[in-house]
């Protein structure tokens, strides 16, 4: 009661809503931050689908940790399925930042996010990836020469399904044996890649091979055309492309994995051959601790003897 007249001590009565704050702070991040659309998307989603039904005629002053705690609780309940911990974090991530710009905003006291704890998420790091030779089945088994040389690319150079389909000839450096990765398209706008940032990724022969092949096509081949362009030179359908690609998996008879796992392929082999650094800038990793999760993929027979040495030395037989 005190904490909504604005009288108990420390507390103001900020004369706005929940529903006010979480408007400014999606105008905050759109307009001030200028996160992706995509980015802005998924706020959107998470504020009008959880958020909302939620808090949003409350005062932003009276929403409490403990009013939080029960929410998050029964969120799963109210959604009809058991919402994850991934999930859940995301939510109070938003949350975090909704109460944060009201602080600055309306002169908000505190943050109540500040005592509400993270879920744990239990991840075993594990990742599922394609054999060479699978990667060569399911280039065979594309429906068309342009989905085999994008199933390739992803492969061999780990590029991202968005990275893939903003990619225009101009990117692609035949004598530099590079391909440089600009831009990324999805939910139908151009932005930076994930990372924001501009990087260069080697351009393995098998590749080079079969983007020289999509370039003698008839048009769309000039600088800045797209390599991977849809029927009328414009950006492709990321979900038509999955379709078809789930579709090749089926005739090559291969296990479901995601189109993502073919970037993890990349990763995986790559990690092998050169140092975690490069991979890490190939792969346009923000965190090298992202990179290092391919690391258990790069096994070194030195390491077994060298364990084999250090427990040989002054050991007595294990039958004494």
């Known amino acids: ?41 998924d706020y959107r989603s998470i504020v009008d689908a959880h958020l909302l039904p939620a808090f949003g005629p409350e005062p932003v002053e009276a929403v409490t940790p403990r009013a939080i705690e029960t929410w998050l609780a029964e969120a799963g309940a109210r959604a009809d399925r058991e919402l994850s911990n991934r999930t859940k974090n995301k939510l109070l991530v938003v949350l975090h930042g909704i109460f944060r710009r009201a602080q600055k905003v309306w002169g908000l006291p505190r943050n109540p996010l500040a005592e509400v704890e993270r879920r744990r998420i239990r991840s075993s790091g594990d990742i599922d990836v394609f054999s060479v030779e699978e990667v060569l089945a399911l280039v065979r088994a594309a429906r068309s020469e342009q989905d085999a040389a994008i199933f390739l690319t992803a492969a061999f150079t780990g590029l991202r399904m968005g990275e893939l389909i903003a990619l225009r ?109 490069r991979v890490q800038e190939w792969m346009g990793h923000a965190d090298v601790a992202t990179t290092m999760k391919y690391l258990h993929y790069a096994p070194r027979d030195e390491d077994a003897d060298l364990v084999a040495e250090a427990f040989a030395v002054g050991q007595p037989s294990l039958t004494t």
Not at 6 to 20: E, I, K, Q, S
Not at 197 to 224: I, T, Y
Not at 253 to 264: A, I, N, P, Q
């Open 1 to 41: 009661d005190q904490a909504r007249r604005g009288t108990l001590p420390g507390m103001v009565a900020t004369g706005a809503t929940f529903a006010d704050a979480a408007a400014e702070y999606l105008r905050y991040v759109a307009e001030d931050r200028g996160v992706k659309p995509s980015t802005l998307r």
């Open 169 to 277: 000839w101009r990117d692609v450096d035949f004598a530099g044996k590079v391909v440089r990765v600009r831009a990324s398209f999805a939910g139908g706008e151009l932005t930076t890649p994930k990372s924001g940032k501009v990087r260069s990724v080697p351009l393995a022969p098998q590749v080079s091979e079969a983007l020289a092949k999509l370039g003698a096509r008839p048009r769309w081949v000039g600088d800045d055309d797209l390599v991977f362009p849809g029927e009328l030179g414009t950006h492709l359908d990321g979900s038509a492309l999955r379709r078809r690609y789930v579709e090749a998996l089926r005739s090559a008879g291969l296990r479901r994995l995601r189109f993502h796992d073919l970037r993890h392929t990349f990763g995986t082999r790559m990690i092998a051959k050169a140092d975690i650094r």
